[in-house]
Structure formats: structure tokens, C-alpha cells
């Protein structure tokens, strides 16, 4: 059974920095893609950021470019997102997903979710 656990959010100033972390067991995640998803409150889910397992290509939501970088250490199963520059607009619940996707940036495709990590930014 394969089980994706996050860790990391909490609650930070506007301008701070945050890491989450995603920790995967269950199975080998060779040739997959890790993905960062976000839900706001009263908001759809929204892609924040993508890593392909076996080649570390990264993809970024344009509202995070240049201020988040995510990141994988195979040895661990862990995939991080390194969260800089937060502002407000990034308060959401952060999930990560591991699947095939089509499309990096839709959800459909992604087989296996963590429960989420709450990351609140204060003005």
C-alpha cells in the first residue's frame, strides 16, 4: 500500500520561507512524476509545482516561479518544496501526489495523495 506523508507547514509572515517535505513508501516511484498541489479555502485545487523522479525535471506554476523550487532525494523518497518570498495568496492546504500524468499540472493522472499540510502566510 502506498502511503505519502507531508510534513513542514505551519504559520509564517509574509516574505518568510517554509519546506515542506513529502515522504513516500509503498512501492518504487521510478518513472514517476511528484507533484505539489494547493487548496485555498473556498478555492479548486491548483497545481504548484512538479519533479519527474528519474530525470529531476522540474515544472512551476507561473504564480510561483522564482520563489518556490521543488526539489527529490531518491535515497529518502522524499520530495521537498522549498517555499521563499510567501505571501498570503500562498495560504492553502499543500498536498503532494505521485502518478503518470498526462499533464504535470492536472490532477488527473496522479494515482496516490497525502492527506495535505496546512500553510498559512500572515499579512
Known amino acids: 500500500q502506498v502511503h505519502m506523508v507531508e510534513s513542514g507547514g505551519g504559520l509564517v509572515q509574509a516574505g518568510g520561507s517554509l519546506r515542506l517535505s513529502c515522504t513516500a513508501s509503498?512501492?518504487?516511484?521510478?518513472?514517476?512524476?511528484m507533484g505539489w498541489f494547493r487548496q485555498g479555502l473556498g478555492k479548486e485545487r491548483e497545481f504548484v509545482a512538479a519533479?519527474?523522479?528519474?530525470?529531476?525535471?522540474?515544472f512551476y506554476a507561473d504564480s510561483v516561479k522564482g520563489r518556490f523550487t521543488i526539489s527529490r532525494d531518491v535515497a529518502k523518497n522524499t520530495v521537498y518544496l522549498q517555499m521563499s518570498a510567501l505571501k498570503p495568496e500562498d495560504t492553502a492546504v499543500y498536498s503532494c501526489?505521485?502518478?503518470?500524468?498526462?499533464?504535470?499540472?492536472?490532477?488527473?493522472?496522479?494515482?496516490?495523495w497525502g492527506q495535505g499540510t496546512q500553510v498559512t502566510v500572515s499579512s
Open positions: 501526489a505521485a502518478g503518470r500524468p498526462a499533464l504535470v499540472r492536472i490532477t488527473t493522472g496522479y494515482d496516490y
Open positions: 509503498g512501492r518504487t516511484f521510478s518513472g514517476y512524476v
Open positions: 519533479i519527474t523522479w528519474s530525470s529531476d525535471s522540474a
